[in-house]
T-cell receptor, first 110, second 114 residues
Framework: NAGVTQTPKFRVLKTGQSMTLLCAQD?????MYWYRQDPGMGLRLIHY???????AKGEVPDGYNVSRLKKQNFLLGLESAAPSQTSVYFC?????????FGPGTRLTVL | DQQVKQNSPSLSVQEGRISILNCDYT??????FLWYKKYPAEGPTFLIS?????DKNEDGRFTVFLNKSAKHLSLHIVPSQPGDSAVYFC?????????????FGKGTRLSVIA
């Protein structure tokens, strides 16, 4: 059981470039989430999904898009990266209450 | 508007003593509360939770207390150990309103000094 995995672990982008972060879970969880963590800001919800084929906006959705084509995968896309999107990104999944987190992706946008 | 507040960014405690981490919330719809622990370069891991029908939940060295009237919860770690040094996040959810996403506080960095 790998739990929640995230790809890649690190990435450096130039302003304006695009990229996709992949989250995968093997626990058959219905719910999946994308957060960003910035110093002094805690964990802020970007987007989430309550099931395959569904997505919803969180607290800080601007500049990001998501897709949940398969139950086990949740993709986070940045179409045109900006320096303000430099952050550590965490994916999580849950069935009811407790969320299980991945190890994070450290993204730097120059 | 912060719905979950952890007003102490950091806390230092001597090994063997009690660590008390505090959390306040403003949304009266919250009925389920969780604490997560996070080490550097790792994702948060679930520590302990409490439902609003209880006022205390205990798991080994960790106890969470909930005071609904004050909209306040606290995490007690007794005795504190150096391995407890981490960032602790408080989180809340309104389960009775549907499975709404967790709302996290900004975290408290605990340092346990040997």
């Amino acid at each position: 059981n790998a739990g929640v995995t995230q790809t890649p672990k690190f990435r450096v982008l130039k302003t304006g470039q695009s990229m996709t972060l992949l989250c995968a879970q093997d626990m058959n969880h219905e719910y999946m989430y994308w957060y960003r963590q910035d110093p002094g800001m805690g964990l802020r919800l970007i987007h989430y999904s309550v099931g395959e084929g569904t997505t919803a906006k969180g607290e800080v959705p601007d500049g990001y898009n998501v897709s949940r084509l398969k139950k086990q995968n949740f993709l986070l896309g940045l179409e045109s990266a900006a320096p303000s999107q430099t952050s550590v990104y965490f994916c999580a999944s849950s069935q009811v209450n407790e969320q299980f987190f991945g190890p994070g992706t450290r993204l730097t946008v120059l | 508007d912060q719905q979950v507040k952890q007003n102490s960014p950091s806390l230092s405690v001597q090994e063997g003593r009690i660590s008390i981490l505090n959390c306040d919330y403003t949304n009266s719809m919250f009925d389920y509360f969780l604490w997560y622990k996070k080490y550097p370069a790792e994702g948060p891991t679930f520590l302990i939770s409490i439902s609003s029908i209880k006022d205390k939940n205990e798991d080994g060295r960790f106890t969470v207390f909930l005071n609904k009237s004050a909209k306040h919860l606290s995490l007690h770690i007794v005795p504190s150990q150096p391995g407890d040094s981490a960032v602790y996040f408080c989180a809340a959810s309104a389960l009775n309103s549907g499975n709404t996403p967790l709302v996290f506080g900004k975290g408290t960095r605990l340092s346990v000094i040997a």
